[in-house]
C-alpha cells in the first residue's frame, strides 16, 4: 500500500481536528515511503520553527522505523544508539512522530510540532488512529 496524496490529506485533517479540540496550533507532517513529503499543513499562529522540526519527526520516524519519542529513550546515556543526534542530520529525540505501518511494512511517517511534546504525540497519535483504522487491517 502506498500513502496517497488523499491519504495524506486526510490523516493531516484528523491532526489538525485534533490541534483544533485542544486549542493548540500544530504544524504537520506527512511523509510517504519514500521519505518524501506529501501534506504539510501549517495552522495559524504556529511557531515558525515548528516547519523544520514536524518535517524532522516525520524523517526520524521514517529513517529510524520508530517512534521519535522511543527513540528518545533509547539514546539517553549508556542507551545503544545514544549519541546518534550528533552524527545524523534531521534526528529528533523528542515525541511527535510516528511511523505508518500497513503488515509490518513501513508506508510512511507523521510528524507534528507546535505545542508541548505530550500535545504533539496526542495530536500525532490522532493521526496514526485514523490510519490504522482506516486503512490497515490487524
Do not use: H, W
Request: proline share 3%; glycine share 10%; net charge negative.
Amino acid at each position: 500500500m502506498k500513502i496517497t496524496l488523499d491519504i495524506a490529506e486526510k490523516i493531516a485533517q484528523k491532526c489538525v481536528d485534533k490541534a483544533e479540540e485542544i486549542n493548540v496550533p500544530m504544524i504537520i507532517s506527512i511523509m510517504g515511503d519514500d521519505g518524501r513529503l506529501i501534506v504539510f499543513k501549517k495552522m495559524n499562529n504556529a511557531l515558525p520553527v515548528s516547519i523544520k522540526i514536524s518535517q524532522a519527526k516525520a524523517y526520524t520516524a521514517y529513517a529510524l522505523k520508530m517512534r521519535s519519542d522511543e527513540l528518545g529513550k533509547l539514546s539517553q546515556p549508556g542507551e545503544m544508539l545514544y549519541g546518534i543526534d550528533t552524527v545524523c542530520d534531521d534526528i529528533v529525540l523528542f515525541g511527535g512522530g510516528i511511523p505508518l505501518n500497513v503488515k509490518g511494512e513501513l508506508v510512511g511517517s507523521i510528524g507534528v510540532s507546535g505545542g508541548s511534546v505530550e500535545e504533539d504525540i496526542t495530536v500525532a497519535e490522532a493521526g496514526e488512529d485514523f490510519f490504522n483504522n482506516r486503512y490497515t487491517s490487524n
